[in-house]
C-alpha cells in the first residue's frame, strides 16, 4: 500500500506544479483533462467496478450542469454552492431511470442507456419545462468564487478542477476497498455468487449508479461554471462514448487506468490538432485493436491483497 | 381520419426501412448474441455507395430508371456484404471467446470508424441525390394520395423480408443458419462450419442493410455520414419491439415502429419523434423484455 501512496503523491505534486510551466491555452487542455477524468472516475464505479455497461453517463452531466446554470442564472445563487443540490437531482434522476431497467442484461442496459441519454438530450433541446433554453442553451451562468476569491482565470480552474478531481479519487479509493467496493467487485465477477453470499445485487448496483450519478451532477456543475455557458450538444451521446472508451481503454476498475485514458483520449488529440479530422478514426480503430490485443484496458486493475485476519480482528470486515 | 391514413402509409414505408434494418441486427444476434453497433453504419455506406455509383455510372441515362435501379440495389447489396464480411473478420471473429463487453466495444469502436471514415473520404456535409430521377407520381387509393415512391418502398422491403423469410426456412443454408443459431456447438458436430455461417450472416444482413440505405437515399434524396446512428438504433428498437433473435418479429418489429412513430409525430408532437422510439424501447425492456414473438433477453436478479 505504501509504495501506491507515494505514486499518488508524487503525481499530485506534479501536477500542482503543471500550471507554473504550461500557457493558458495548455492549462485550459489540462483542465478538460481533469474534467473527463472525474466524469470517467464517476462512470468507473458504475461501469468498471461494478460491471454495469452504461453509455448514458452525459445525461447525469447534463442535469448537474442544467440545474446550477438554471438556478445561478434565475436566482443568482453561487455556483459552487449549487453543487451539492445538483449531485443530488442527477442521483435521484438516476435512481428513478435505474430502478427499472437495473436487471436488464449486459448489452440491454447500454442500448437503454443511449436510450435515456437521448431522450434526456432531446428534452433539452425542445425546451421542456420552458427552462432549459431549447437548442441554445443557457448562457450568462457566473464564475465561481472560493472564500471571496473569483476563479475566473485557466490556473485558477486548473486547481479548482484538479483540487475536486484529487478529493474524487481519494473518496473512490476508499470506496474501492470498502466493504461496498468489495461488493461491487464480487457483482461484476460473478452475480450469481455475489447473490449466493448474501450480497443484494440489485441494490448494489442501484447504489453504485447513483454514486456515479451524484458524482457527475457535481462535476456538471464545474463545467457549467467554467463554460459559463451549456448548451445541449456539449451533453451529446458522443460525450458518454467518450467517457464510456476512457474507462475501457485505460483500464475498467483501476484508477490510475481512467486518468491515464483521460490523458490519452483529451489531451493527445490536442497534439495533433492538424489531424483533428482523423482523430475519431483513429478513436474507432484503436477501440477494435485495444479489445482484441488488450482487452483488459492499458493499466488494469491489479489482484487486491487483503489481510484477513487483521481484518477480522478489528471486528469484522469493514 | 385521411391524415390518420397518411401517417399509416407514411409510418408502413419508413417501417420496412426499419424492419430490413432490424433483420441485419437479428440475425447476428441470433447467431452471435451480439449486438452488431456497426450494423447502422453499413446502412449508411449503402447510401453512400449508391450515390457514387449512380453518380459516376450514370446508368439512368443508359438503361432507364427501373433497370437502373436494380442494377444498382444488386451492386449496393453486393458491396456492402464484402464490407460486412470484411468487418467480421477483423473486428468480430479474434473476439469470439472474449468476454462480451469486448466485443460490444469492438462494434462500438467498428461504428465510429465507419461514421469518420465516411466523414473523411466524402464529407460531413449533407449530400443529395439527384432529385429528377425517380417518378413522383401521386395516386389516388380509396381517397387517399399516396406517393407511388411510398408505394414502392414498401413493396420493395416486404418483397425483400419475405425472401429472406424462406431462404432461412426452406433452404439448406438457412438451416445451417438457425442451427447455428441455437447452439453452435451441436452444429459443429452435426458437419456445419460455423466459421462460414457466421461469415454469411454478416453478409444478408448489410446486403439488406445496405438495400435499404440506397432506398432512404432514392425516397429522401439526402444522406449524412451520422444518419446510420438513428436509424441504427430505431431499427435496433424495432428488433427488440419483435423478439431480438426472431426474423419474423423483425419485421413486424420494424413496421410497427415506424407506425408508431408517424402516429406519434402526428398527434403528440414532431419535435418529440425521435423520444418516441427510444421510449417504446425502454417500455418494450422494462414490461415485456421478450419482444412481441421473441426469446428471453432480461435476467431476474
Not at chain 1, 246 to 267: C, E, K, T, Y
Not at chain 2, 45 to 52: E, K, S, V
Not at chain 2, 215 to 243: D, E, P, R
Amino acid at each position: 500500500m505504501k509504495s501506491t501512496n507515494i505514486r499518488y503523491l508524487a503525481f499530485a505534486l506534479a501536477m500542482a506544479m503543471c500550471p507554473l510551466f504550461l500557457n493558458a491555452y495548455w492549462t485550459d487542455v489540462f483542465n478538460n483533462v481533469g474534467l473527463y477524468a472525474i466524469l470517467a472516475l464517476s462512470l468507473n464505479v458504475i461501469l468498471g467496478h461494478c460491471g454495469l455497461f452504461h453509455m448514458g453517463h452525459a445525461a447525469f452531466y447534463a442535469i448537474g450542469a442544467y440545474t446550477a446554470a438554471i438556478i445561478n442564472t434565475t436566482y443568482g445563487i453561487p455556483v459552487l454552492w449549487i453543487m451539492p443540490l445538483a449531485g443530488i437531482l442527477a442521483g435521484v434522476f438516476a435512481m428513478i431511470v435505474a430502478r427499472p431497467i437495473i436487471h436488464l442484461r449486459g448489452d440491454y442496459l447500454l442500448i437503454v442507456t443511449i436510450g435515456i441519454v437521448e431522450i434526456v438530450r432531446i428534452a433539452l433541446i425542445n425546451n421542456v419545462f420552458d427552462i432549459t433554453g431549447g437548442a441554445n442553451g443557457i448562457f450568462g451562468i457566473s464564475r465561481p468564487s472560493v472564500f471571496g476569491f473569483k476563479i475566473s482565470k485557466p490556473d485558477h480552474f486548473f486547481y479548482l478542477i484538479w483540487g475536486f478531481a484529487a478529493l474524487t479519487i481519494f473518496l473512490l479509493l476508499r470506496l474501492e476497498h470498502s466493504r461496498f467496493g468489495r461488493a461491487l467487485l464480487y457483482i461484476k465477477e460473478d452475480e450469481v455468487a455475489a447473490g449466493g453470499s448474501g450480497i443484494n445485487v440489485a441494490h448494489h448496483k442501484l447504489v453504485a449508479f447513483i454514486i456515479g450519478a451524484v458524482w457527475a451532477g457535481m462535476c456538471g456543475t464545474i463545467y457549467a461554471a467554467k463554460m459559463t455557458i451549456i448548451a445541449p450538444e456539449s451533453f451529446s451521446f458522443a460525450e458518454s462514448v467518450i467517457l464510456f472508451t476512457i474507462v475501457i481503454l485505460g483500464g475498467s476498475g483501476s484508477i490510475p487506468g481512467v486518468i491515464l485514458g483521460s490523458f490519452l483520449l483529451v489531451g493527445l488529440p490536442e497534439i495533433f490538432r492538424g489531424l483533428a479530422e482523423y482523430r475519431m478514426l483513429v478513436f474507432g480503430a484503436a477501440m477494435v485493436l485495444m479489445m482484441i490485443f488488450r482487452n483488459q484496458g492499458l493499466l488494469p486493475p491489479g489482484p487486491k491483497n487483503y489481510n484477513v485476519a487483521k481484518m477480522l480482528q478489528a471486528g469484522g470486515a469493514k | 381520419m385521411e391524415e390518420f391514413f397518411q401517417q399509416l402509409t407514411n409510418g408502413l414505408a419508413v417501417g420496412g426501412i426499419y424492419a430490413l434494418i432490424a433483420l441485419g441486427y437479428t440475425m447476428v444476434y441470433g447467431v452471435l448474441k451480439l449486438i452488431n453497433f456497426a450494423h447502422g453504419d453499413l446502412f449508411t455506406i449503402g447510401a453512400y455507395l449508391g450515390l457514387t455509383l449512380l453518380v459516376s455510372m450514370g446508368l439512368f441515362d443508359k438503361i432507364g430508371p427501373l433497370p437502373a435501379v436494380i442494377l444498382l440495389a444488386v451492386m449496393v447489396m453486393i458491396l456492402v456484404a464484402i464490407i460486412g464480411a470484411i468487418l467480421e473478420r477483423v473486428a468480430y471473429r479474434p473476439l469470439r471467446q472474449s468476454p462480451r463487453l469486448s466485443a460490444v466495444v469492438s462494434a462500438l469502436g467498428a461504428s465510429i470508424f465507419f461514421q469518420n471514415a465516411i466523414m473523411a473520404i466524402y464529407s460531413p456535409k449533407f449530400l443529395v441525390y439527384p432529385h429528377d430521377i425517380l417518378p413522383k407520381t401521386v395516386i389516388n387509393i380509396m381517397g387517399l394520395d399516396i406517393p407511388v415512391m411510398r408505394i414502392i418502398m414498401f413493396l420493395t422491403s416486404l418483397v425483400l423480408m419475405l425472401a429472406l423469410y424462406f431462404f432461412i426456412q426452406k433452404t439448406k443454408i438457412g438451416t445451417a443458419i438457425r442451427a447455428a443459431a441455437i447452439d453452435q456447438g451441436a452444429a459443429k458436430l452435426m458437419g456445419i462450419n460455423v466459421d462460414r455461417v457466421i461469415m454469411l450472416v454478416f453478409c444478408i444482413g448489410p446486403a439488406l442493410g445496405g438495400a435499404a440505405g440506397l432506398m432512404v437515399g432514392l425516397y429522401y434524396g439526402q444522406i449524412n455520414f451520422s444518419m446510420g446512428w438513428m436509424y441504427g438504433l430505431k431499427a435496433f428498437t424495432a428488433a427488440i419491439l419483435g423478439g431480438i433473435g426472431n426474423i419474423p418479429g423483425a419485421m413486424v418489429g420494424g413496421l410497427l415502429l415506424g407506425v408508431i412513430e408517424a402516429l406519434g409525430a402526428a398527434y403528440i408532437s414532431i419535435a418529440w419523434k425521435d423520444a418516441i422510439a427510444f421510449c417504446v424501447l425502454i417500455l418494450i425492456l422494462i414490461v415485456r423484455p421478450t419482444g412481441l414473438l421473441g426469446e428471453r433477453v432480461a435476467e431476474k436478479v
